[in-house]
């Protein structure tokens, strides 16, 4: 009988292997066995498909990817291969919209968020009922344009937002998620309360300020370094109805610069709480002023929009800034009716130095307003032009390299590369961000995001990333102490200058969390186990 029983598992081990393909030499053959074995495809379709990202820019095939229907699969299969002879790496991919590989498992297995259930109601439940806490419990795989839908219901919104919300929560909270709300609100990470997360050791753990906090605060910005994360509980308040939103050009960037200043800066302060608040949003762009499509996609939404006069402006200074701002209201709310909104913005709008006849004003609801990206996502793949080559440089600038900024990399470095996407510029302040999280920015009070977001249409996307290593070596040449955003680095000692003083404390969490270095292997920051 002992034979019989011999046989029979060899055979069902067989017919497993039939079904998901050939088995590939990097993973540990007796993988198969566990009861999970039926939620992993090694074939080359499922593979292809979790090979490429956004960025375009590489192509990397992991051995396996593996469909979870619960977090407790995504727990078995990383405490399985911790505790293999032959471990594996693994890494969540949410919406693959990382620029450069990050979602990549080279040889190991991609777990296909979505898979626990993107979209559904029970994996995105809004708490409303305590109005001095309310909040959403969101599995990690959802997109935040789910959230903002299922909040939305209950006249509710979380206060702080990506540009573009085809993104999931996992994905955004392992790096910050910033936008034009971030000055008031702090990133998306500073609006968390508490986290569901598996560890590299396959342990389930909540984690909050108050439990497991060293693991809450080292997962949040922590580049999915110290666990997958499989729920987190975000702050919710009330939704406005509507947003008075505007764009005013500029063509001095010292006005630009200190007009941006004032407004995070009266947004905060007692006097404008008292008449409702300043603008809720602030961002701002350098503009490109061919108005081309792909030099726009961001603006393609905004009603009177002269791109005509705008591009004269343009092609009389060299180079144009655009201020964005907006102010929500709503017909309840008493702090700000649609009965004072008008006079609001205009006294506002009265202490700016724009240039003047240069202020566009667009009146929209709420939603919107937050999901206004994907307009343009929509007009350019419409053109076949969204899924191209997007060699991106995110970066954080301190304030005291701005001039320099302007003068070195858009009056020239960039002087000639109007078409080639969106250069966005404005400002956040440090004391909105949490030391203890593991995003990295720079060390002065106010500093600002810049995103270089190139569209490679033309197939030239190594003349650009040319020009990103040359904005780069500019910045270090002058001396300019940048972080980036969304980083990514080829050797361990780039990334320990880029952590700085906090590299000891990022690879103490590593060892306790995920000793092994299993976990999100395509950032390249680990490689072998500590
Ligand atoms: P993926 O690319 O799938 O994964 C990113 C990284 O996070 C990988 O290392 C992955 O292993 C890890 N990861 C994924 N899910 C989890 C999880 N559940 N737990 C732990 N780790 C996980 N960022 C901003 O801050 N502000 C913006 O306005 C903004 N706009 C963007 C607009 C576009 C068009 C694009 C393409 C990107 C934008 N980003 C923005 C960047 C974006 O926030 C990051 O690239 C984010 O990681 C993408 O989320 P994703 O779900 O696609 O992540």
């Given at each position: 009988s002992f034979l019989i029983v011999i046989f029979l598992v060899i055979t069902s081990l067989m017919s497993i292997v039939s079904q998901i393909g050939p088995w590939p030499g990097a993973l540990p053959q007796d993988l198969v066995a566990i009861d999970l074995a039926a939620k992993l495809r090694l074939d080359s379709h499922a593979t292809a498909l979790v090979s490429t990202d956004f960025g375009g820019l590489t192509q990397v095939a992991p051995a396996a990817v593996f469909y979870p229907s619960s977090p407790h699969d995504i727990a078995v299969l990383v405490q399985f291969s911790y505790s293999s002879s032959r471990p594996f790496t693994v890494?969540?991919?949410?919406?693959?919209?990382?620029?450069?590989?990050?979602a990549f498992a080279?040889?190991?297995?991609?777990?296909?968020?979505p898979s626990l259930g993107r979209g559904r109601a029970d994996r995105i439940i809004v708490h409303s009922d305590d109005s001095s806490f309310r909040y959403v419990d969101a599995g990690g795989e959802q997109l935040w344009i789910d959230v903002?839908?299922?909040?939305?219901?209950?006249?509710?919104?979380?206060?702080?937002?990506?540009?573009?919300?085809y993104l999931t929560v996992g994905g955004t909270l392992s790096n910050a998620g910033v936008s034009g709300q971030a000055f008031r609100h702090g990133p998306q990470i500073s609006n968390v309360y508490e986290l569901d997360v598996i560890t590299g050791k396959g342990e389930m753990v909540t984690c909050s300020r108050d439990y497991n906090s060293e693991l809450f605060y080292a997962v949040l910005g922590g580049l999915g370094q110290f666990g997958i994360i499989t729920r987190a509980r975000i702050a919710l308040e009330p939704a406005p109805q509507r947003v008075r939103w505007v764009r005013l050009i500029y063509d001095d960037f010292g006005a630009f610069t200190r007009d941006q200043e004032r407004l995070i800066a009266i947004s905060a302060s007692w006097e404008s709480k008292k008449k409702g608040g300043g603008f809720d949003y602030v961002e701002g762009s350098v503009l490109a002023a061919d108005g081309s499509p792909i030099g726009s996609w961001r603006s393609s939404s905004f009603a009177g929009w002269d791109a005509e006069r705008i591009a004269r402006l343009g092609a009389q200074h060299g180079v144009i800034y655009c201020?964005?701002?907006a102010m929500y209201y709503d017909s309840v709310r008493a702090s700000r009716s649609w009965v004072v909104v008008d006079e609001e913005l205009e006294l506002l709008l009265e202490?700016?130095?724009f240039v003047p006849g240069f202020a566009f004003t667009n009146d929209v609801s709420y939603e919107r307003f937050l999901d206004r990206v994907h307009d343009g996502e929509l007009k350019l793949r419409s053109m076949g032009l969204w899924d191209v080559p997007h060699p991106w440089l995110n970066i954080f600038l301190p304030k005291s390299g701005i001039q320099d900024f302007n003068s070195g990399v858009f009056k020239k470095i960039l002087k000639h590369n109007e078409s080639t996407g969106p250069i966005l510029f404005y400002p956040l302040n440090k004391n909105k961000w949490d030391e203890r999280m593991s995003s990295v920015i720079p060390d002065e009070e106010i500093f600002y995001s810049i995103g270089l977001l190139w569209s490679a249409i033309m197939d030239d996307w190594e003349y650009l990333e040319n020009l990103n290593m040359e904005i780069i070596q500019f910045c270090d040449q002058k001396g300019i102490k940048y972080k980036q955003y969304l980083p990514h680095y080829l050797s361990q000692e780039d990334w320990m200058k880029h952590f700085g003083p906090r590299w000891d404390k990022f690879v103490e969490m590593k060892r306790k969390?995920?000793?092994?270095?299993?976990?999100?292997?395509?950032?390249?920051?680990?490689?072998?186990?500590?």
């Open positions: 890494a969540p991919r949410g919406h693959g919209h990382s620029i450069r590989g990050q080279p040889d190991g297995v991609v777990i296909d968020m903002l839908h299922a909040a939305l219901e209950h006249g509710l919104s979380p206060p702080s937002w990506t540009d573009y919300l201020l964005e701002g202490e700016l130095s969390y995920d000793p092994k270095a299993l976990l999100s292997p395509g950032q390249k920051i680990f490689t072998t186990s500590l």
